[in-house]
């Protein structure tokens, strides 16, 4: 079975620092992957998601994440962060196929300090 | 349709107390998620629907747990003789079934606490 790593656990910036979320998923096959975010207070919400073609996705809010296979990497990125993107950042993944299992990596608690 | 809603957002019960959750998912989506999430942990699955069938339980569902989804649409969770251990937020998760991969859509989680 798939599982997901994130290796922050809390990451503390000042606004207009550039981000860096770690990704790591141990899987054997082919994977779809994602990044959701829980602002304080809300439900998760879909960042971005990689399914298939280019390995630089792009998502909302001026964020992007890449695919490395060989790596088994699907890390988070953002050039300057804003105090709105104080939150929790979760990385997911499911297998090609089997879309119902998706495993959720431990998240990171991104604050940003205005 | 404004998404993925749950009810109650807060439960505050009794152990040995039985509770019910309800989700109800975005109108055109077939598949319909729950989920645990412990204090400093990603949600983990929990089990899941195609319509009404329920098509796949985790280990972590023990025998006091039970979900169902009558007619398609809405799903409840039950937990009887709750216990302290199950204190989590549970979350419902809807998505639609097509060709390739999709994402789950996920709802404002109800809390749980078993005192």
């Known amino acids: 079975a798939q599982s997901v790593s994130q290796h922050n656990h809390h990451v503390i910036l000042s606004e207009a620092a550039s981000l860096e979320l770690g990704c790591n998923y141990s899987?054997?096959?082919?994977?779809?992957l994602f990044w959701y975010v829980q602002y304080p207070g809300q439900h998760l919400q879909l960042l971005l998601k990689?399914?298939?073609?280019?390995?630089l996705v792009k998502g909302i809010k001026g964020f992007e994440a890449e695919f490395i296979k060989s790596k088994f990497s699907f890390n988070l990125r953002k050039p300057s962060v804003q105090w709105s993107d104080t939150a929790e950042y979760f990385c997911?993944?499911?297998?090609?196929?089997?879309?119902?299992?998706?495993?959720f990596g431990a998240g990171t608690r991104l604050t940003v300090k205005p | 349709d404004t998404g993925v809603s749950q009810d109650p957002r807060h439960k505050i019960t009794k152990r040995g107390q039985n509770v019910t959750f309800r989700c109800d998912p975005i109108s055109e989506h077939n598949r319909l998620y729950w989920y645990r999430q412990t204090l400093g942990q990603g949600p983990e699955f929990l089990t899941y629907?195609?319509?009404?069938?329920?098509?796949?339980k985790s280990r972590l569902l023990s025998d006091r747990f039970s979900a169902e989804r009558p007619k398609g649409s809405f799903s409840t969770l039950e937990i009887q003789r709750t216990e302290q251990g199950d204190s989590a937020m549970y979350l419902c998760?809807?998505?639609?079934?097509?060709?390739?991969?999709?994402?789950?859509?996920f709802g404002p989680g109800t809390r749980l606490t078993v005192t």
């Open positions: 899987y054997g096959g082919t994977v779809n």
């Open positions: 997911a993944v499911n297998a090609r196929g089997n879309n119902n299992d998706m495993r």
């Open positions: 998760a809807s998505s639609f079934e097509g060709t390739g991969a999709y994402e789950q859509y």
């Open positions: 990689y399914f298939s073609g280019d390995p």
């Open positions: 629907f195609q319509n009404e069938a329920q098509l796949e």
